[in-house]
């Protein structure tokens, strides 16, 4: 069946035309200081499609649990610091540029999201990908809001960003109100929330569905032709449309 399945923060499988691709794998219960309650598992996938560098969207040992012959889509600028992990089809990309992967083809689109694997680390742009075949589905990565998401739209399904993992959300992040206001541009039929509700640092609170609740309440008012469905953690969903104006209910 053709869906998506969140594996929580911004990791998704993307189910499509006998493809199987993976965005920004975290599957651990610890990443640098961030924490989870459990690991998580994708399954067999053809493909990863990675974002930016920050840890919490590109995690080296995440990757290494994977096929190490698996298309890994990155960054231009970030390939040597995979493959210096033993990956061996790394494919740099930049906004603009288009992959096909198995039945797929992959729309690279800007992201406005700033990244640097750390003070000294590598620097390389944020991206996000538009994944297209018989359904469309836009993967945001990070990004603030930004007027060219108007050109990547229409899509049947849109991954928007609502929330981070701290108390406070930097620049170049959508939180619930302006992820709504996403998609007024991005003119998708179905939208799903993620990068909230999973990392926690060791001293935070657990984290909870504010963001999602708040964003669906926001979506209602903004774009209410748009169906948001939130997902729990492992949760999958069709890329059809359920019903017309219909919304599902946060958890």
């Not at 469905?229 to 949760?235: P, S, T, Y």
Request: glycine content about 10%.
């Amino acid at each position: 069946m053709d869906g998506v399945t969140w594996l929580g923060h911004s990791t998704v499988v993307v189910d499509l035309d006998g493809t199987r691709l993976l965005t920004d794998p975290t599957l651990r219960r610890r990443v640098v200081h961030l924490r989870r309650d459990d690991s998580v598992e994708p399954g067999r996938v053809a493909g990863v499609l990675v974002s930016h560098v920050h840890f919490d969207h590109l995690d080296l040992p995440s990757l290494l649990r994977l096929e190490r012959s698996l298309p890994v889509v990155v960054p231009r600028g970030a390939g040597d610091l995979v493959r210096r992990r033993g990956l061996e089809n790394v494919v740099e990309v930049e906004a603009g540029e288009q992959l096909e992967l198995g039945t797929l083809v992959v729309r690279v689109t800007h992201a406005d999201h700033e990244a640097a694997r750390g003070p000294l680390g590598v620097r390389a742009p944020s991206l996000g990908y538009t994944i297209e075949g018989s359904r469309s589905v836009y993967f945001a990565g990070d990004t603030g809001l930004f007027e060219g998401m108007r050109a990547i739209g229409p899509v049947d399904v849109a991954l928007l960003p609502v929330a981070g993992w701290g108390p406070t959300l930097p620049p170049g992040h959508l939180n619930p109100e302006s992820a709504a206001e996403a998609l007024r541009l991005l003119r998708p039929d179905v939208a799903v929330p993620i990068h909230w509700g999973t990392f926690r640092t060791p001293f935070g609170r657990r984290p909870d569905s504010a963001p999602a609740v708040a964003f669906a309440r926001a979506a209602a008012e903004l774009a209410p032709s748009v169906e948001v469905r939130v997902l729990r953690i492992g949760e999958s969903c069709s890329l059809e449309r359920e019903l017309p104006g219909a919304k599902a209910s946060p958890p």
